[in-house]
């Protein structure tokens, strides 16, 4: 049914191709026009389309020209003419969708039409990469056609200075990674200043590598953390015990679900180590979730596929891409149980201060739009959770690669035996050969096969970007053998040496099958570009993590009954398609996965929104006494609800307790007896006591005068919310953590998450504002206040400018966060000098 519609009515794909077509007609229109243009009459063009947005045509009534124009521009600094098929790939872009762009067809420069027509808004466009290299690689080469036209371009990098970080934001094209734009945009939301924010307000943004950003790492959280204070003795002790343990007789490993549990032979073994009476006792949970974690560690996680031991340190090896995430550290203990099994200094851990997904982060742009060569395999998932639509572009020429059936062995080393020597066949003619690992131990294992055999070759691990940009394009020259893991190289065009085509050109081997069919296509990928020869086969064994997980016993058992060798393969499109179906089955389950997560963040994002808005409208106001007073209002009427009420006679109204609340809270103590209050009703007290708190209010802002009485009341709101906020973000992971328990109890976790969340949310909102009164009301307040020192607890240096001072963010030392404030408060440490 679903072929005769698209017979009668064509696929949706295609008429979206048809209908741009025209448009490129007009385009190349104009090309003789614009072509006998002078540079200057070029570049006085863009001021021409701004000049006309301004007055109200659209972008989409200037894109023909626009196009034409970067067209021109790119053909006199590049000396590369944008395709026909381009410039569908810039109008999908400017659509908000993704554009579907095979390796090799020109992503970089179709990305150059979008980039600059949005530019002309005067708003800012960000184009995204996945690491520096290619972000000033993309930023030096194609801001010369930028620069001819007379737009600025920026480049926004990890080790930039705030100074720098703010000049790249005002330019109208900012190149930076996923990774700094989504930190810049925490940091933004923790200054003290608005002067010391440095991105504007998010308005276009073109992915590139879509695929790896918004579906790979969409679940990986961007956190900025601070230190506290606990011992890590515990990880080591937890990891000597499990290392006494034994599978199937202690615990269970569950390979599919890559879980791992305690058997009550080992839970008795754990309570008989540690002297307790009950592991699953509330007073137990530290121990058993160090006990947990040490197994994670040492049974699940594998070095050299998981993470990797560089310098004495654990750097984390990405599941998906085979890239090292340097910087990043496994959450809830798991990266200090893995320091402790590989026996390196265990590391502190950490708490919470801002953090955000890539999904959420991504989602606050007014336009998104990406670039890939795989993406419609997941266009669902692009389609729910982030409103893209995926456009398949088409080659400029026709591919011609040959992609052969999987080839299946017993072993994993039958295999690997197996694709060396079809390396050694296909190098003895001098064709390249670009081989594909999943992880970096099976690089090095593929190299030291290639070693013994006498074969020249390179590993890539995507450590070194740069490095290995330059190497992967060197990939396709005679007799090249290289070794990659998924992401080495990526974004990198392949180029045939002379003499390569009339070999077969580039041929690719596949190792394994990745659990998603997007990451095999893309190694597929880079054989074949603009037309050339190519080909690819995949080699698989029965022992491969994804034919254990989905039926490699049935084959196995095929196997077996045919007779068949170790060494000899099975090459069977049935195979291929079997293994397809399991890849979509995985596809799907880690879609569910990751709308699952998205559902729970959606609960902090919402939350996390509310509160930047806040703080956002408090450091741009310049005058916040509207906002402190309507913090004031809510406690006093709480105070005066619980005391007074309305379902109670007066005689049982607690007046004592609620003249006790107004001193404690707002007014000297004195100002009220619980007789002054007897008779009235609550509206009367609620009147009253405002009255009297307008009154002090008035008084401590003429004794300090207007404009300390405006600092002090940023301040305070300031502190107040970033140490309340902190602290929810560690209450809600906790809640989080546990919250899966509740099903067990027929209860639907997510509404249970998003209900108490709710809950809690409420109960901080509440205690901002009860902390914002006290204060206002109670602090004595200084004169020459410094922002910087007051919500770090410091003492104040008078004369000394706040412009000045770098933002500092204090680290708890020694001082537990639950424990008294050394300082005589009577408070706990986190809520008073360790709020930094």
């Known amino acids: 049914m679903l072929g005769l519609v698209k017979k009668v009515f064509g696929d949706s794909n295609e008429r979206d191709i048809k209908r741009m077509m025209k448009t490129v007609e007009r385009i190349n229109e104009m090309e003789l026009r614009f072509s006998g243009l002078s540079d200057e009459q070029l570049l006085a063009k863009t001021d021409e389309y701004k000049e006309r947005y301004a007055k109200g045509e659209t972008l989409e009534d200037l894109m023909p020209e626009a196009f034409a124009t970067v067209r021109e521009a790119a053909k006199r600094t590049l000396g590369q003419r944008h395709f026909d098929v381009q410039l569908v790939g810039g109008m999908a872009l400017h659509e908000g969708r993704i554009a579907e762009m095979k390796t090799g067809e020109g992503k970089t420069l179709t990305g150059t039409l979008s980039v600059y027509l949005n530019a002309l808004t005067g708003q800012g ?69 608005k002067e010391q924010m440095v991105q504007r307000p998010l308005y276009y943004a073109i992915v590139d590598e879509v695929d790896s950003i918004l579906i790979d790492e969409a679940r990986t959280p961007l956190i900025i953390s601070g230190q506290a204070a606990k011992s890590t003795e515990m990880y080591s002790t937890a990891d000597r015990f499990v290392n006494k343990l034994k599978q199937d007789t202690d615990y269970t490993v569950d390979i599919k679900l890559k879980s791992v549990a305690l058997t009550e032979e080992g839970v008795a073994k754990a309570e008989r180590a540690f002297s ?14 160090h006990i947990v974690q040490a197994l994670k560690a040492n049974v699940i996680m594998k070095r050299d596929v998981d993470y990797v031991v560089q310098d004495e340190e654990v750097v984390i090896v990405d599941e998906f891409t085979g890239r090292l995430m340097t910087g990043r550290r496994y959450s809830e203990g798991l990266h200090q149980a893995i320091e402790a099994k590989e026996q390196i200094k265990i590391q502190n851990e950490s708490m919470t201060l801002a953090t955000i997904t890539f999904q959420n982060y991504f989602r606050m742009y007014k336009k998104l739009a990406g670039m890939t060569g795989t993406a419609k395999t997941e266009e669902e998932e692009f389609k729910k959770i982030y409103g893209l639509e995926v456009l398949v572009v088409p080659t400029n020429k026709p591919m011609i690669r040959k992609d052969m059936p999987d080839v299946v062995y017993k072993t994993e080393m039958s295999k690997f035996r197996a694709a060396v020597n079809e390396i050694v066949d296909r190098h003895k003619v001098n064709q390249p050969v670009l081989v594909g690992t999943v992880s970096i131990e099976h690089s090095e294992l593929l190299s030291e096969l290639l070693k013994k055999k006498g074969i020249k070759h390179q590993v890539l691990n995507a ?239 003429e004794q ?30 906790q809640l989080r953590q546990g919250i899966h328990l509740r099903a067990y109890g027929g209860t639907d ?62 680290e708890a030392e020694k001082i537990g966060r639950n424990d008294p404030c050394p300082c005589g408060s009577g408070k706990k440490y986190k809520h008073c000098h360790g709020l930094a």
């Open 125 to 193: 466009v960000h184009l995204v990469t996945v690491n520096d290299y290619l972000a000033t690689v993309g930023a030096e080469q194609m801001g010369k056609i930028y620069n001819f036209l007379g737009l600025t371009v920026g480049l926004n990098l990890h080790d930039m200075s705030h100074d720098e970080k703010q000049q790249a934001y005002a330019c109208d094209i900012t190149y930076g990674t996923n990774n700094e734009f989504g930190f810049d945009y925490l940091r933004d939301n923790m200054v003290l200043y």
């Open 276 to 289: 307790v009476d009950n592991l699953y006792s509330h007073e137990h949970v530290t121990l058993n979730h």
């Open 463 to 701: 450590k070194y970007h740069r490095e290995e940009a330059e190497i992967v394009s060197l990939a396709g020259q005679p007799g090249a053998v290289t070794i990659a893991t998924n992401m080495a190289g990526r974004g990198t065009d392949i180029l045939l040496g002379e003499g390569v085509p009339e070999l077969g050109g580039l041929h690719i081997i596949g190792t394994e099958r990745h659990e998603s069919r997007r990451i095999d296509n893309q190694l597929r990928g880079r054989s074949g570009r603009q037309g050339d020869p190519g080909s690819s086969q995949f080699y698989i064994s029965l022992e491969d993590e994804l034919m254990r997980r989905f039926g490699a016993e049935n084959i196995m058992g095929m196997m077996d009954r045919f007779g068949f060798e170790e060494d000899q393969p099975i090459e069977s499109k049935l195979v291929s398609k079997a293994i397809e179906s399991a890849q979509k089955r995985v596809e799907g389950n880690n879609f569910d996965v990751r709308k699952v997560v998205l559902q729970y963040d959606d609960v902090m994002n919402q939350q996390r929104n509310i509160i930047y808005k806040q703080r956002k409208e408090v450091l741009e106001s310049e005058n916040i006494r509207g906002i402190v007073e309507g913090m004031l209002e809510p406690v006093l009427d709480r105070a005066i609800a619980a005391n007074m009420a309305k379902e109670q006679i007066p005689e049982e109204w607690d007046l004592e307790a609620l003249v006790r609340y107004i001193h404690g809270t707002f007014l000297p103590e004195g100002t009220f007896t619980k007789e002054d209050l007897w008779g009235k009703e609550p509206e009367e007290v609620i009147e009253l006591v405002q009255e009297k708190i307008k009154k002090l209010y008035d008084e401590r802002e």
């Open 704 to 733: 300090i005068g207007p404009e300390n009485m405006r600092e002090f009341e940023k301040v305070v709101v300031l502190r107040a919310v970033d140490s309340k906020w902190m602290d929810h973000i560690d209450a809600m992971d």
């Open 749 to 810: 976790p997510l509404r249970e998450y998003q209900f108490e969340g709710f809950e809690m949310f409420q109960e901080m909102v509440e205690s901002v504002q009860e902390e914002v009164s006290k204060y206002i009301m109670k602090a004595q307040v200084e004169v020459n206040l410094e922002r910087e020192a007051v919500a770090e607890g410091q003492a104040v240096t008078p004369g000394e400018s706040a412009e000045k001072r770098p933002v500092k963010k204090k």
